[in-house]
């Protein structure tokens, strides 16, 4: 490799040091707000309510739907 004769330090480094050191102070203030939200259960999980198996009424009142939809959907007034 070439030679390139960098600097120890680069301006233009700066910004991203800055970054990275005003995260680490953000995540040291707030980690233990954070952890609780992370961790923390629903209060109120709402139920899982059971479906039942569809029927022949149920697909065939759909269909008839669909084709209501698509009839009045093609209809030119």
């Known amino acids: 490799m070439a030679n390139q004769q960098l600097p ?14 005003l995260v680490a102070l953000h995540l040291a203030f ?15 999980a709402p139920r899982v309510v059971e479906r039942r198996a569809p029927t022949i009424a149920g697909a065939a009142g759909r269909a008839a739907v669909a084709g209501q939809r698509l009839r ?3 209809s030119t007034a």
């Open 8 to 21: 120890a330090f680069d301006w233009h480094y700066l910004f991203g040091h800055t970054t990275v050191l």
């Open 30 to 44: 707030n980690f233990r707000i954070a952890w609780n939200y992370v961790t923390r259960r629903a209060p109120n």
């Open 72 to 74: 009045i959907g093609n």
